[in-house]
């Protein structure tokens, strides 16, 4: 017992090295931009497959295959930072979070195309060994990740110390305007730190490839929010808190892979992570002083509290807002119960009955990124809440819509807001930390929660809409659906529209500029956090509902980080804050993929393209941020 205990520590130092240098490339980043580049895990599957291609295509041995790779992702790392931060630099602060996001997207998709979507082996070009010390074991593979791992992050540590460089990166990430006051060419700076990050990730890439023996092109997502779950752990804005935190959370990982499970690994290392957000939000090496790599500002996770509407409080003058009344979202919801009148192509209505159910969910984000200054990246967790209980109480206890579906609203209302108790403390990216380990958590409880969830194979067949109090009237064509969904969308929006032009709604825009102020005011600021989670849960837990009655079959792939940060592209393309831009984001982002859809597999690229040139020229919104 003893010796497999030592053998999952060696094991767990080995992957966690690997996720300290992903940490490291999110230190970096975030030292010197205040941006979570959200691009670091493309990077990291790049340098693995370019290795891959260069070694099997070309013939080249894998040192040099290596070498080679990650020259090449370190340059894209720094044409990354032209495209996705330089443009905006001005801008809203979650634009150039997003432009990242998009350029994933594109990257990940460009991937898909190249090497095609399945998984490839990776020549390993060494015979894999077992070593024994003691009773605990450790492969040639463990060996080879953590020795290259240390030499990088001590190279990288001796890198911003000695050298003048270095000491440039060190400064700017403290204070920018100062190191430019003093001769710091500060873009320089940023460029350095993108193609530094660049270089951590293709080599992470590379020694996963060797640590698993294969590459797929999903594979930078999941790897790259270990990686940032690390840099948390041990302190975002710190270099040795990344190397600490990576080391930690691989033997976690392994610890909880041993002694819990396999299927629970994941759910113990983003519990921990949100129980070390609420506790110590800086990290374990972080601190309030300047000896961090962000300085007293971002080692404590300062940012404003909500980071488009605080960099727009000054400028509200420089771009137009469009909102229309409340009433006018159930004008809305009349005009579209005409198009099943209109046309009878299933394919046209299911279409747009998704896009009506991405409205609300893009609505129900902007109520608490948008309105109350939260930046939620979990949010697809409330979704999912709303969709697993309509599948329980419908498929399992046979329960007629009108209980199933209320339940979904009030069950998901309830879930949010004990979410949000933990973030009442929080601000700024901790706070939108918070809601990612949230999501994660909700997303591992789908996975893992067998005799509730039926975990990855989710529910088939659930029944179609009935409602015992009209005689047994089901709802079965998606015409029928349709109507339900059209009735249930234009309500729900209309009276969130009510609500945010109310005294509740000033109320939560006040504590969104200034939670403090708000509090000195006297009004209780946790009451009015947990009632507006609750009304976006709700929002969202009719959403998730509704998509469980149209789809018949959901599974907790539905519900992953990939669309809650579509959620949130949504809210923030259609204007934060802004519930008729939203509503209109979400409608229109769910259909424009239908229309490239004859394009296939370009379609999604055609997104991430129309998403980095809605962010350079409207990065407001559509139709204005409020």
């Given at each position: 017992m003893l010796e497999l205990f030592f053998s999952q520590i060696l094991n767990g130092l080995a992957i966690g090295q690997v996720y300290a240098l992903i940490a490291l490339g999110f230190s970096l980043v975030f030292g010197v931009s205040n941006l979570i580049n959200f691009a670091q895990g493309a990077l990291f599957m790049l340098g693995a497959f370019l290795t891959f291609t260069l070694i099997t295509a070309v013939g080249l041995p894998l040192v040099v295959a290596a070498a080679l790779a990650i020259v090449i992702v370190t340059f894209l790392g720094m044409v990354l930072e032209g495209?996705?931060?330089?443009?905006?630099?001005?801008?809203?602060?979650?634009?150039?979070?997003?432009?990242?996001?998009?350029?994933?997207?594109?990257v990940d998709q460009l991937a898909e195309i190249i090497w095609s979507p399945e998984g490839q082996a990776f020549p390993v070009p060494f015979e894999n060994h077992t070593f024994f010390i003691g009773g605990a074991y450790i492969t040639t593979t463990d060996i080879v990740i953590f020795v290259f791992g240390a030499m990088a992050a001590i190279l990288l540590t001796c890198f911003l110390r000695y050298s003048w460089m270095g000491r440039t990166v060190r400064a700017t990430a403290q204070d920018r305007d100062a190191a430019a006051q003093l001769g710091?060419?500060?873009?320089?700076?940023?460029?350095?730190?993108?193609?530094?990050?660049?270089?951590?990730?293709?080599?992470?890439?590379?020694?996963?490839?060797?640590?698993?023996?294969?590459?797929?092109?999903?594979?930078?997502?999941?790897?790259?929010?270990?990686?940032?779950?690390?840099?948390?752990?041990?302190?975002?804005?710190?270099?040795?808190?990344?190397?600490?935190?990576?080391?930690?959370?691989?033997?976690?990982?392994?610890?909880?892979s041993a002694y819990v499970g396999e299927g629970y690994r994941d759910l113990v290392a983003f519990s921990l992570l949100l129980v070390f957000l609420i506790f110590r939000p800086q990290g374990l090496l972080g601190d309030s002083r300047l000896d961090a790599l962000g300085g007293a500002g971002a080692a404590g996770g300062s940012m404003p509290t909500t980071s488009l509407l605080a960099s727009a409080s000054s400028q509200r003058a420089a771009h137009r807002v469009f909102d229309m009344p409340a009433w006018g979202f159930l004008l809305a919801g009349a005009v579209l119960a005409i198009v099943p009148l209109l046309s009878n192509s299933s394919y046209l209505l299911q279409a747009v009955v998704y896009s009506m159910i991405f409205a609300m969910l893009a609505s129900s984000v902007t109520l608490v990124s948008g309105v109350m200054g939260v930046l939620s990246i979990g949010h697809a967790a409330f979704y999912g809440v709303g969709a697993y209980t309509v599948a329980v109480l419908g498929h399992t206890y046979g329960l007629p819509t009108e209980i199933a579906l209320p339940a979904a609203v009030l069950l998901t209302a309830a879930v949010a807001a004990v979410a949000a108790l933990p973030l009442y403390k929080l601000s700024g990216h901790t706070a939108a930390l918070g809601t990612l380990a949230i999501g994660q958590i909700g997303f591992l409880i789908f996975m893992t929660w067998l005799s509730v969830t039926r975990g990855p194979m989710g529910f088939l067949n659930i029944p179609a809409p009935q409602f015992d109090l009209l005689g047994g009237l089901?709802?079965?064509?998606?015409?029928?659906?349709?109507?339900?969904?059209?009735?249930?969308?234009?309500?729900?929006?209309?009276?969130?529209?009510?609500?945010?032009?109310?005294?509740?709604?000033?109320?939560?825009?006040?504590?969104?500029?200034?939670?403090?102020?708000?509090?000195?005011?006297?009004?209780?600021?946790?009451?009015?956090?947990?009632?507006?989670?609750?009304?976006?849960?709700?929002?969202?837990?009719?959403?998730g509902g509704l998509f469980a009655y149209?789809?018949?079959?959901?599974?907790?792939?539905?519900?992953?980080?990939?669309?809650?940060?579509?959620?949130?592209?949504?809210?923030?393309?259609?204007?934060?804050?802004?519930?008729?831009?939203?509503?209109?984001?979400?409608?229109?982002?769910?259909?424009?993929?239908?229309?490239?859809?004859?394009?296939?597999?370009?379609?999604?690229?055609?997104?991430?393209?129309?998403?980095?040139?809605?962010?350079?020229?409207r990065p407001y919104g559509l139709l204005g941020a409020r």
């Amino acid at each position: 017992m003893l010796e497999l205990f030592f053998s999952q520590i060696l094991n767990g130092l080995a992957i966690g090295q690997v996720y300290a240098l992903i940490a490291l490339g999110f230190s970096l980043v975030f030292g010197v931009s205040n941006l979570i580049n959200f691009a670091q895990g493309a990077l990291f599957m790049l340098g693995a497959f370019l290795t891959f291609t260069l070694i099997t295509a070309v013939g080249l041995p894998l040192v040099v295959a290596a070498a080679l790779a990650i020259v090449i992702v370190t340059f894209l790392g720094m044409v990354l930072e032209g495209v996705a931060l330089r443009p905006l630099t001005n801008g809203p602060y979650i634009a150039p979070v997003l432009s990242t996001l998009a350029i994933s997207i594109i990257v990940d998709q460009l991937a898909e195309i190249i090497w095609s979507p399945e998984g490839q082996a990776f020549p390993v070009p060494f015979e894999n060994h077992t070593f024994f010390i003691g009773g605990a074991y450790i492969t040639t593979t463990d060996i080879v990740i953590f020795v290259f791992g240390a030499m990088a992050a001590i190279l990288l540590t001796c890198f911003l110390r000695y050298s003048w460089m270095g000491r440039t990166v060190r400064a700017t990430a403290q204070d920018r305007d100062a190191a430019a006051q003093l001769g710091v060419r500060t873009g320089n700076v940023r460029r350095l730190a993108f193609g530094l990050a660049g270089t951590l990730g293709a080599l992470s890439g590379i020694l996963v490839a060797l640590y698993f023996e294969s590459v797929f092109p999903q594979m930078g997502m999941p790897f790259s929010l270990k990686g940032f779950s690390a840099a948390l752990l041990g302190g975002l804005t710190s270099i040795p808190g990344a190397v600490v935190g990576g080391l930690l959370l691989g033997v976690i990982e392994t610890l909880a892979s041993a002694y819990v499970g396999e299927g629970y690994r994941d759910l113990v290392a983003f519990s921990l992570l949100l129980v070390f957000l609420i506790f110590r939000p800086q990290g374990l090496l972080g601190d309030s002083r300047l000896d961090a790599l962000g300085g007293a500002g971002a080692a404590g996770g300062s940012m404003p509290t909500t980071s488009l509407l605080a960099s727009a409080s000054s400028q509200r003058a420089a771009h137009r807002v469009f909102d229309m009344p409340a009433w006018g979202f159930l004008l809305a919801g009349a005009v579209l119960a005409i198009v099943p009148l209109l046309s009878n192509s299933s394919y046209l209505l299911q279409a747009v009955v998704y896009s009506m159910i991405f409205a609300m969910l893009a609505s129900s984000v902007t109520l608490v990124s948008g309105v109350m200054g939260v930046l939620s990246i979990g949010h697809a967790a409330f979704y999912g809440v709303g969709a697993y209980t309509v599948a329980v109480l419908g498929h399992t206890y046979g329960l007629p819509t009108e209980i199933a579906l209320p339940a979904a609203v009030l069950l998901t209302a309830a879930v949010a807001a004990v979410a949000a108790l933990p973030l009442y403390k929080l601000s700024g990216h901790t706070a939108a930390l918070g809601t990612l380990a949230i999501g994660q958590i909700g997303f591992l409880i789908f996975m893992t929660w067998l005799s509730v969830t039926r975990g990855p194979m989710g529910f088939l067949n659930i029944p179609a809409p009935q409602f015992d109090l009209l005689g047994g009237l089901r709802l079965a064509s998606i015409s029928q659906k349709f109507w339900l969904v059209a009735l249930v969308a234009a309500v729900s929006l209309y009276l969130a529209q009510r609500l945010l032009r109310s005294g509740v709604g000033r109320v939560w825009r006040g504590m969104r500029e200034d939670r403090l102020a708000a509090h000195a005011a006297g009004i209780p600021v946790r009451r009015y956090l947990l009632m507006g989670f609750a009304v976006s849960g709700a929002l969202a837990g009719a959403a998730g509902g509704l998509f469980a009655y149209v789809q018949s079959v959901i599974s907790p792939d539905s519900f992953n980080v990939q669309a809650s940060m579509l959620l949130l592209t949504m809210a923030v393309l259609g204007g934060l804050g802004n519930l008729t831009g939203a509503a209109l984001a979400g409608f229109a982002l769910t259909l424009l993929p239908e229309l490239f859809r004859p394009f296939a597999e370009w379609r999604m690229i055609a997104y991430g393209v129309v998403l980095l040139l809605a962010l350079r020229w409207r990065p407001y919104g559509l139709l204005g941020a409020r």
